[in-house]
């Protein structure tokens, strides 16, 4: 896929993974826009060289917008009433001549809690959530376009993304790290680099109405993971809290209601996927390693 002439991205939300997403397509020859709320976040791709459109569920796309499209990635989450994307541009969409992917950033979070215990492409969703709900939802629409109308549409069930500038490095070297305690929690996550790999995968090798776990091999607590970063910065770990006396925001909570191990033998095996960071200590060592090249 190093050739990208002819070959169009087009984002709906260039927010950190998109972005990651774009930056190594147009590395490679595409031609990449995408969305922003707000005009200012236009203005700013625009300096980039991305082809910017402002865009919400009160202001639609400009028309001509998805002119000469190929792919696309839908990574908005849906609100209240819906999935802002489908709901405005579904039809726009399901007419584009000669579509050949869309990716759609679904969650893990679709799986519910799981006690701990494994899942896989293959398990029954029971969002336990709103947050999952909604996009179960969301889910079940994308992939109706494909049982409906041949849209080419694959679903990415992400776990927690990661990578530089989203790491705990600064909030430790801040002092506002925490280190929340709630035996048994697990979480999956993902360096936003080897997301990158996966998308990049699927389109070159398209399987519409695929749905993939998005995750990397070592589900680990939260805690654990605060703690191996602080020993990296040479910082002492913030104290364990326990989870009742954490104070923390409804959707911050929520975010402990659900533990599981995700699979990710599917990308590994259909899509040819090999982690560049296979868990999270490789991961954090190489943020850390860029952000200490970048301050050389």
């Known amino acids: 896929m190093s050739n990208g002439a002819g070959r169009h991205l087009f984002c709906f939300g260039l927010g ?9 397509l147009s590395g490679e020859g595409w031609q990449v826009s995408g969305t922003a709320r707000s005009e200012d976040r236009v203005g700013q791709l625009r300096a980039h060289g991305v ?23 839908v990574s908005i989450p849906p609100e209240d009433d819906g999935d802002p994307v ?7 969409i399901v007419a584009l001549p000669g579509l050949a992917w869309l990716g759609y950033l679904s969650t893990t979070g679709v799986y519910g809690d799981r006690a701990g215990g494994w899942v896989d492409e293959t398990s029954a969703p029971a969002p336990t959530g709103t947050r999952g709900q909604r996009r ?13 109308h041949g849209v080419p549409v694959h679903v990415f069930r992400l776990a927690a993304i990661y990578g530089p500038g989203r790491s705990p490095f600064a909030a430790l070297r801040a002092g506002t790290a925490r280190r929340i305690d709630k035996p048994g929690q697990v979480f999956s996550r993902i360096h936003v680099e080897d997301l990158v790999a996966v998308l990049h995968a699927s389109i070159a090798r398209p399987r519409p109405g695929a749905v993939y776990n998005v995750c990397d091999d070592a589900p680990a607590p939260p805690a654990d993971v605060v703690a191996y970063a602080a020993g990296l910065i040479g910082l002492t770990p913030p104290p364990l809290v326990p989870l009742a006396a954490a104070g923390l925001s409804p959707l911050a909570r929520s975010f402990y ?3 599981k191990r995700v699979s990710n033998a599917l990308i590994k095996r259909e899509l040819a996927v090999r982690l560049r960071y296979p868990d999270y200590r490789r991961g954090l060592a190489a943020i850390l390693a860029e952000e200490n090249r970048a301050a050389r």
Not at 54 to 71: E, K
Not at 140 to 148: I, T
Request: charged share 25%; net charge negative.
């Open 86 to 92: 489908f709901a405005r541009h579904r039809d726009d």
């Open 136 to 148: 179960l939802v969301a889910e079940r629409d994308w992939l109706g376009l494909w049982r409906d």
């Open 257 to 259: 209601d659900e533990s």
């Open 51 to 73: 082809a910017g459109f402002r865009f919400d569920r009160a202001t639609p796309l400009a028309a001509g917008a998805l002119a000469g499209v190929s792919h696309i990635l």
């Open 16 to 24: 950190y993974s998109a972005l990651a997403l774009a930056q190594r």
